[in-house]
Each structure stands twice: as structure tokens, then as C-alpha cells.
């Protein structure tokens, strides 16, 4: 096999699905609904009308029964017999916001029903991911008799045994996918073990312990619709802070999550939205979560610790829970700094190096902070389209670690279990994990990421792509359309927000906002009526067109309101030349 690099990223393609019109035609006559929502329907695998019914109305009673999840016996048993005991309960999370939402809703659910309980979740600079022995230890210290993980777990397995050998019992919850060896716990939750037959494979971690303690609640005898009311949030923000895919129960979690995230009474929660000005008057939606209040979460576990914000999210005083979101608020601002200071030096880096000229990008240098590599990572992805590895080296102990991210068709877990004997530790996801080796391997790493991507990859892969969801004609796009697409909501991994093909438009106004990288439209649709619109990040490049030129546009539907008038507005997201016959068709 060739190990010639692959071209560099050449400019992003548009790649639009055919529609299906016999389908659609299906869906608008049992359902009553637009066109445009039809198409959607069809193109996301909902072509069957009960399974779109279903989809658009997703219901609590939709989510499936719990004791269907693996060992869900066995971990009951076990915490209710602890309960029952008075026996201590040691609850160990993660660092992230899945894992913080998880110890929260453990901690709050369990002291609820009488358990006595101590919940940790590590510090990701002294403890690093997972379960370190000093847990372990501080369990045994604690007196604890169960010993129950939520987001982590399934690679801990000399953890575990030590656990098991100090007498505590181990129920282990989690999400991420298993090794070869699966850890000796008295019960493992985890819908990837292979004996499962939960119909869902997709949960996060907060989804798995939501689903565990709504068994927990009916088992018990009280009242489910109590405790969903109470506990949707936390399910909801782990839901889609860890990029779940929104079908299925994750979609459940997150549609009737948000709309209890808006009503929340944990005072916690309020104290985060106040202080990041979350405006509660409207729905709240994907982007408050994976770009409002996740990443302040996350924020406490990156640059700080993450117990401040699994704390904030049990917090009953209100005057402590406003200092721990300032704290946050502080953390995250610290963040976004670092964050950018490693993003430039990571970028001159990979071009210094040409990294960039690999299958997979490698940056690594001493003393970037280890709490945001992976939001770097993300960032050299969409930078290269290629899977990326950020890593910080600490020459004391001669050890790298980092986080990658990945594109579609690289599965970063199989990456390095496939090289186990060049790292010390890793894991994660197929779109994101975390690894460790020794300094002197990164040259070795670097070349065997390389070849394991040669063999799952193709040139192909390596362009970047915009996803056109559908060509729309004049008449499709009106306000009640904007209106029904909120139905498709909540949008996220594997139900993307729509974006639309306008082809052959007239460019009516262009005026520049104060920023001239953002533009104001106005702009036609053959003989439908001028839309209004903005353009983020690509105002300069649209003044180079005066009044009267033709574009492709692709764009996004919003409703727009303002002083009580609601009206159809466009946010344009690219433009080309008019090119009616070579857009080509996604497979």
C-alpha cells in the first residue's frame, strides 16, 4: 500500500439528496404537514407515516422499559439493598458534562429515596480520564459498600478489582464502547456489552443512569411522571452535550429535557442561565446547550474542577449557587483564552511540520493545557478535514496525552486499539477519544495513525462537504413552512438543523453590517416575493457582487420576530455561481 500523502483539502463541495416526491406526497396527506417537512421526513429514514407520526410527536411513553437494560436486575438489587442496609454509596462521575450530569442525578435521585451517598468525579489534570486507584481508594476510606460509576467504567478493570477486592460491591453504568475484557463488576450497565438486547444502542451516559433510576422510581411504586419532571434536564444536557445522536429515546431525553430545562427548580441550573443570560421567555433549543451552558460546564472540568459544577448541580443554597456560577463563569472565560492561544500555535505548528500532508494531523507541544486539547482537535478537523490528534507532552514524566477528533469513517477507538503497543492508555468513541503514550513513540504513533487511516479511508473522504438538505422551489418557502419546521426540532447529531438550496437567486440589497464580515440581503426567488436575510462570516465575499447578480445560495429558515410581528427570514450559510446540473447526489 502507498504511503504518498493525500491531496491537501480542496474547496468544500455541495452535495444535496434527491428528493423523493411519491413519499413525500405519502407523508403530507396522512399528516397534514408541509412539503419541506415531508422531504425531511423521507430523507431521515421516517418515510412510513406511524414512524413519522411518531417522530414528530415523540412521547414520554415512546421511552423503553428499563429493566430491559443489561444487569438492570442485578444493579437494583444492589442499591436498593444497600439503601435498605444504610450502607454508603460511593458515586464516581466524569469530568465532563455526560459524567457530571450523571453523578447529579445519582446523587440527588439516591439521597432522595434514603440512600446514603458520597459522589466524586475527577480532577482531569491529578486524576485524568476514568477511574484512578486514588478513587478507589478514597471509597475504601469513605466506608463505602457499593462502589456505582455513571459515564465510565467499562475500561476500568484493575480499578474494579481492587474495588472488589477491598469487599465493596461494583455496579458499573456507562455508554462508551468495551474492549476486549469487560470489567469484572457484580453488575455492568452498558448497551454495546454483546449480549444486549436493549432496543437502543445510542444512550449517553446521563441517559443510561436516567433510565436506571426511572426503573429504580416504578420498582420503588412512585409515580414516573414525578420523577421524568424532575430529572429531564440533567438527562437532556448530557444528552446532547455528548453529541448523541437525537433519534430514538436520546430525542425523547432531549425534546421534553429542554422544555423542563426552561422550568427547572434546581437552583443551580437558574444560576448558570442568569449568569450566561439564557433568555427564558422563549424555548430553549440545541445550540443553549452545546454552546451556552455545556461548554461552562465543561469549562469547570477543563481549566479548573469539575466538582465545582457537579456541585452547582446539587447546590439547594441560592447565594452558594450564584458564587459557584460566577466561579464557572470565570473558568470558562480562562478557557476560551487558552483555548484560542493553543488553536493558532496548533494550526502554525501542523503547517510549519506539514502534519497537514498525513492521512491523520498530529500536534503536540509541552505545556498546552490538557482541559481543552480536544476542543482543538475538533477545530484542526474542520480546519483539514481529516482526523485530528492534539496532544500535550510532559517532559517529567516523559508521557504524551491528548484527545482527537475525528471524520466520518475513521473510528478513532478502533485506531488505537488496533496500535495498543504504542500507547499506555486510550479510548473513547469512533468521533472522539483520548489516548497516552511515551514521548519517545509520537514519530511511531504519528505514522501508524497514518497507515490505519489509509486502510479505512479514501481521497473521497478527505474533501470537505456541506450537506444540502434540499432544493427548495418559490413557492415551499413561507413563513407557516419556517413555522412547521420547529416540529423537526429539537435538531442535533443524526437530525441535523435543514439547510436549503436556493438556485438561480437575485441579489436585490447587500448591505454590510458593522462587522463587514456580516452582511444584510434582500434577495429573490424567480417571481416569489423578496426574503430578507444575513449572512454571517462571508459578508466581504459577498460584496463583490453588486444589486441584480444571480447565486446559488444555501441557507437556513428561521422565523423572525420583532416588536410582534413575526416574518420569514434567511440565514445564508454559502453561495456560488448559478450551477444548475453538476450539484453532485449524496449516496
Known amino acids: 500500500m502507498s504511503l504518498a500523502p493525500p491531496p491537501l483539502a480542496p ?7 434527491p428528493r423523493n416526491a411519491a413519499a413525500e406526497e405519502v407523508l403530507q396527506r396522512e399528516l397534514g404537514i408541509s412539503s419541506l417537512v415531508a422531504a425531511l421526513l423521507v430523507q431521515r429514514g421516517f418515510g412510513d407515516p406511524v414512524e413519522a407520526d411518531k417522530f414528530l410527536r415523540c412521547s414520554l411513553d415512546d421511552l423503553h422499559d428499563p429493566a430491559e437494560l443489561p444487569d438492570y436486575a442485578l444493579a437494583r438489587d444492589a442499591i436498593l439493598g444497600a439503601k435498605e442496609r444504610g450502607e454508603r454509596i460511593f458515586v464516581h462521575g466524569d469530568y465532563d458534562v455526560d459524567g457530571v450530569t450523571s453523578a447529579a442525578t445519582f446523587d440527588r435521585f439516591l439521597k432522595k429515596i434514603g440512600c446514603d451517598v458520597v459522589t466524586h468525579v475527577p480532577h482531569r489534570m491529578k486524576e485524568g480520564y476514568g477511574i484512578h486507584t486514588s478513587a478507589v481508594d478514597a471509597a475504601i476510606a469513605a466506608n463505602a ?19 472488589r477486592a477491598a469487599g465493596m460491591v461494583v455496579v458499573v453504568t456507562d455508554h462508551h464502547t468495551i474492549g476486549d475484557e469487560k470489567p469484572d463488576a457484580h453488575a455492568f450497565i452498558n448497551v454495546h456489552r454483546e449480549d444486549s438486547t436493549y432496543p437502543f444502542k445510542e444512550l449517553s451516559g446521563a441517559g443510561v443512569v436516567f433510565k436506571l433510576c426511572a426503573g429504580l422510581t416504578r420498582d420503588l411504586g412512585f409515580e414516573l411522571s414525578h420523577y421524568y419532571r424532575a430529572y429531564l434536564d440533567l438527562a437532556c444536557l448530557g444528552t446532547i452535550a455528548d453529541v448523541m445522536p437525537l433519534v430514538g429515546e436520546n430525542r425523547v431525553i432531549a425534546k421534553h429535557g429542554l422544555e423542563r430545562l426552561r422550568e427547572t427548580k434546581k437552583i443551580g441550573l437558574q444560576a448558570l442561565m442568569a449568569r450566561a443570560e439564557v433568555d427564558l421567555s422563549k424555548p430553549l433549543s440545541n445550540y443553549h446547550i452545546g454552546f451556552v451552558l455545556g461548554p461552562r460546564l465543561n469549562a469547570a472540568g477543563r481549566v479548573d474542577d469539575a466538582a465545582k459544577a457537579l456541585q452547582l448541580l446539587i447546590e439547594q443554597d441560592p447565594e452558594a449557587a450564584s458564587q459557584l456560577a460566577d466561579m464557572i463563569e470565570t473558568a470558562n472565560t480562562e478557557r476560551r483564552a487558552e483555548q484560542q492561544r493553543i488553536i493558532d500555535e496548533a494550526i502554525e505548528q501542523v503547517e510549519q511540520t506539514e502534519s497537514h500532508k498525513r492521512w491523520v494531523v498530529v500536534a503536540c507541544k509541552e505545556g498546552w493545557h490538557a482541559g481543552v486539547v480536544g476542543i482543538v482537535a475538533s477545530r484542526l478537523v474542520e480546519q483539514y478535514c481529516k482526523p485530528a490528534f492534539v496532544l500535550t507532552h510532559d517532559s517529567a514524566t516523559g508521557l504524551v496525552k491528548g484527545s482527537a477528533r475525528s471524520i466520518p469513517g475513521f473510528n478513532l477507538a478502533d485506531a488505537i486499539r ?27 504513533v504519528c505514522e501508524a495513525l497514518h497507515k490505519f487511516a489509509q486502510g479505512c479511508l479514501t481521497e473521497e473522504d478527505l474533501v470537505p462537504t456541506i450537506r444540502v438538505d434540499l432544493e427548495v422551489a418559490p413557492k415551499e418557502l413561507t413563513l407557516k413552512t419556517a413555522e412547521d419546521l420547529a416540529m423537526m426540532q429539537p435538531f442535533g447529531m443524526a437530525n441535523p438543523e435543514p439547510v436549503f438550496l436556493a438556485r438561480d437567486t437575485t441579489l436585490l440589497e447587500l448591505k454590510p453590517c458593522k462587522n463587514p464580515i456580516h452582511m444584510m440581503l434582500k434577495m429573490r426567488m424567480a417571481d416569489a416575493p423578496p426574503q430578507r436575510g444575513i449572512a454571517f462570516g462571508i459578508g466581504e465575499a459577498l460584496a463583490a457582487y453588486e444589486s441584480g447578480a444571480k447565486v446559488d445560495l444555501l441557507f437556513k429558515a428561521e422565523v423572525d420576530e420583532w416588536k410582534g410581528t413575526r416574518s420569514l427570514k434567511w440565514q445564508v450559510r ?4 448559478p450551477c444548475p446540473d453538476n450539484l453532485p447526489e449524496a449516496s
Open 11 to 17: 474547496a468544500p463541495r455541495w452535495q444535496i439528496t
Open 418 to 444: 488496533a496500535n495498543m503497543e504504542l500507547f499506555v492508555g486510550g479510548g473513547g468513541h469512533a468521533m472522539a477519544a483520548g489516548c497516552a503514550f511515551e514521548h519517545e513513540n509520537l514519530e511511531a
Open 574 to 577: 454559502g453561495f456560488r455561481e
Open 145 to 163: 459498600k457499593l462502589f456505582l460509576t455513571c459515564d465510565c467504567g467499562s475500561s476500568a478493570i484493575e480499578q474494579i478489582k481492587k474495588a
